[in-house]
């Protein structure tokens, strides 16, 4: 840095000590240049520089204006001397003119060419000689002008230099105040971590502030989230089940019930209500019933409904589904020997009771869903066929789940007792083949009506259980329907 400034110097020393400082100068030593060098390139403007050097190349920069300030003004002096050596001349002159006529005659043809001589030299200065007289008519303006620039030049050094000296003070209270800032933070960050390691460990309890109920301290949030993952938790667990456990096996009877049975009367009155609001094809359905997915071939409805504060949205599905019947689809929602195969959620399912030979009661638990409390579910579940009336007319398959208590399986303090009233009935529709052809699985298709009514039991907040069933009911449907038709692709068909 100090050779730079050294070199400074000489530049400055080489450009304005000789008669050619007027000239131009190719950088910003000159402050007439309008050709002056990039500034990134000089010297004097490098970034990094400080104030006080700053302002060391501003007193630079004060010296050479000053310099050329002086330059100009010995050059309007030197002006006005000349026109003042010019006027005594021409009165020299004038005064051998007014002494021509006292001389004798034969001297003044000598003289008379001596003044001519200095006439015709006047003649010939006379433009240099207005040429001096404007210029050196501003001297004496030009160096009151000298003064004041050099005054104001030296008062913009001293404003400069007291502002430095200000910016070094403030410069100074920042770099205290930071250090009082650093040290206060380091000391509170020891502190703060003293009380860490002091602070008791937390101790994670599933108490019943966690668990399921209106006063739960789960935010809905967080309990959505908790349930979502068990439930992708108990899926995958479900894809990697080799075996499930095995309910011991009852046989069948051969006969119906009997009506003298305590629950006859309820399945047959249930069956027919089914029956008489199906609409397979859902064009009739109230306003209150609202569409919430739709996915080719299936629409799923739904109609908001709480009791007591629990939701019990009733639910309704219709779907189209390729290449089974009715009767395979219902036979394998209804077989509880194969309901662990396609449901998931399931733990254990039980058969506890045949009631007839298209009669079951079952006893189902369900895994949990933290942090809800684990369900089971107790109930009957029946399938009866209702032939077309006519040949032409599609034939119907329908089976109903409904809860109802038994003395085998009473209430338990440990599960939430799910009641529901389920029902899917099914529609075998067939496209002949032609030419009288076997009738083949191209030619099936099954329409399927899924009607729930869901009492979960306990509580849940409403807008979770509500995202839960928008998402696990079309789930359901693919699964389960995707299930019967990898399983009888290659049977016999089953009308």
Same mark, same amino acid.
């Given at each position: 840095?100090?050779?730079?400034? =050294?070199?400074? &110097?000489?530049?400055?020393?080489?450009?304005?000590?000789?008669?050619?400082?007027?000239?131009?100068?190719?950088?910003?030593?000159?402050?007439?240049?309008?050709?002056?060098?990039?500034?990134?390139?000089?010297?004097?403007? *490098?970034?990094?520089?400080?104030?006080?050097?700053?302002?060391?190349? !501003?007193?630079?920069?004060?010296?050479?204006?000053?310099?050329?300030?002086?330059?100009?003004?010995?050059?309007?002096?030197?002006?006005?001397?000349?026109?003042?050596? &010019?006027?005594?001349?021409?009165?020299?002159?004038?005064?051998?003119?007014?002494?021509?006529?006292?001389?004798?005659? /034969?001297?003044?043809?000598?003289?008379?060419?001596?003044?001519?001589?200095?006439?015709?030299?006047?003649?010939?200065?006379?433009?240099?000689?207005?040429?001096?007289?404007?210029?050196?008519?501003?001297?004496?303006?030009?160096?009151?002008?000298?003064?004041?620039?050099?005054?104001?030049?030296?008062?913009?050094?001293?404003? =400069?230099?007291?502002?430095?000296?200000?910016?070094?003070?403030?410069?100074?209270?920042?770099?205290?105040?930071?250090?009082?800032?650093?040290?206060?933070?380091?000391?509170?960050?020891?502190?703060?971590?003293? =009380?860490?390691? /002091?602070?008791?460990?937390?101790?994670?309890?599933?108490?019943?502030?966690?668990?399921?109920?209106?006063?739960?301290?789960?935010?809905?949030?967080?309990? +959505?989230?908790?349930?979502?993952?068990?439930?992708? *938790?108990?899926?995958?667990?479900?894809?990697?089940?080799?075996? +499930?456990?095995?309910?011991?096996?009852?046989?069948?009877?051969?006969?119906?019930?009997?009506?003298?049975?305590?629950?006859?009367?309820?399945?047959?009155?249930?069956?027919?209500?089914? =029956?008489?609001?199906?609409?397979?094809?859902?064009?009739?359905?109230?306003?209150?019933?609202?569409?919430?997915?739709?996915?080719?071939?299936?629409?799923?409805?739904?109609?908001?409904?709480?009791?007591?504060?629990?939701?019990?949205?009733?639910?309704?599905?219709? &779907?189209?589904?390729?290449?089974?019947?009715?009767?395979?689809?219902?036979?394998?929602?209804?077989?509880?020997?194969?309901?662990?195969?396609?449901?998931?959620?399931?733990?254990?399912?039980?058969?506890?009771?045949?009631?007839?030979?298209?009669?079951?009661?079952? $006893?189902?638990? &369900?895994?949990?869903?933290?942090?809800?409390?684990?369900?089971?579910?107790?109930?009957?579940?029946?399938?009866?066929?209702?032939?077309?009336?006519?040949?032409?007319?599609?034939?119907?398959?329908?089976?109903?789940?409904?809860?109802?208590? $038994?003395?085998?399986?009473?209430?338990?303090?440990? +599960?939430?007792?799910?009641?529901?009233?389920?029902? !899917?009935?099914?529609?075998?529709?067939?496209?002949?083949?032609?030419?009288?052809?076997?009738?083949?699985?191209?030619?099936?298709?099954?329409?399927?009506?899924?009607?729930?009514?869901?009492?979960?039991?306990?509580?849940?907040?409403?807008?979770?259980?509500?995202?839960?069933?928008?998402? /696990?009911?079309?789930?359901?449907?693919?699964?389960?329907?995707?299930?019967?038709?990898?399983?009888?692709?290659?049977?016999?068909?089953?009308?």
């Amino acid at each position: 840095m100090w050779y730079d400034m =050294l070199e400074l &110097h000489k530049q400055v020393e080489s450009g304005y000590g000789s008669e050619n400082s007027l000239n131009r100068h190719g950088s910003l030593m000159s402050l007439s240049s309008t050709t002056s060098l990039s500034t990134a390139s000089t010297s004097s403007f *490098k970034r990094g520089r400080g104030l006080k050097e700053k302002l060391a190349e !501003m007193e630079t920069f004060r010296d050479i204006l000053c310099h050329q300030v002086d330059t100009l003004q010995s050059y309007f002096n030197a002006c006005s001397a000349a026109v003042a050596n &010019h006027e005594s001349v021409h009165d020299m002159v004038n005064d051998d003119i007014d002494d021509l006529n006292d001389v004798d005659s /034969e001297k003044s043809g000598q003289q008379s060419n001596h003044v001519y001589s200095l006439l015709d030299s006047n003649s010939r200065d006379n433009e240099m000689i207005n040429i001096l007289r404007q210029h050196g008519a501003h001297a004496i303006d030009f160096k009151g002008e000298s003064f004041t620039f050099k005054a104001t030049t030296a008062g913009i050094l001293a404003t =400069l230099s007291h502002c430095i000296e200000l910016m070094g003070q403030r410069e100074d209270a920042w770099r205290k105040r930071l250090e009082r800032e650093v040290e206060r933070r380091k000391r509170y960050e020891d502190a703060y971590r003293v =009380l860490l390691s /002091e602070r008791p460990k937390p101790i994670i309890l599933g108490g019943p502030d966690y668990e399921e109920g209106p006063h739960s301290v789960i935010h809905e949030e967080e309990f +959505f989230d908790a349930v979502d993952a068990t439930l992708d *938790k108990l899926e995958k667990e479900e894809e990697k089940k080799l075996s +499930f456990k095995k309910e011991k096996i009852l046989k069948p009877p051969l006969t119906s019930m009997e009506p003298s049975h305590p629950l006859y009367n309820e399945i047959n009155s249930v069956v027919s209500d089914h =029956l008489a609001y199906s609409d397979v094809t859902v064009t009739d359905l109230p306003a209150e019933w609202v569409l919430i997915a739709d996915e080719g071939e299936m629409k799923v409805y739904r109609m908001e409904l709480e009791e007591d504060g629990i939701v019990v949205d009733p639910t309704k599905a219709v &779907h189209t589904v390729r290449g089974i019947t009715g009767h395979e689809m219902c036979y394998n929602f209804w077989d509880s020997t194969v309901r662990m195969e396609w449901e998931g959620t399931l733990e254990s399912t039980e058969l506890l009771e045949w009631l007839s030979k298209d009669t079951v009661i079952s $006893h189902q638990i &369900h895994k949990r869903v933290w942090p809800s409390t684990q369900r089971d579910s107790l109930f009957w579940s029946t399938i009866r066929h209702f032939p077309s009336d006519n040949d032409e007319g599609p034939d119907c398959w329908i089976v109903v789940n409904h809860d109802t208590p $038994h003395n085998d399986v009473p209430l338990n303090t440990k +599960f939430v007792r799910m009641r529901f009233n389920i029902a !899917m009935i099914c529609q075998t529709v067939v496209q002949p083949p032609d030419n009288g052809e076997e009738i083949k699985r191209e030619n099936l298709s099954c329409r399927i009506q899924y009607s729930a009514n869901v009492n979960p039991g306990g509580w849940a907040p409403a807008s979770v259980v509500r995202m839960i069933s928008k998402r /696990e009911l079309p789930k359901f449907l693919k699964t389960f329907t995707t299930y019967v038709q990898e399983k009888v692709k290659d049977q016999p068909i089953m009308f």
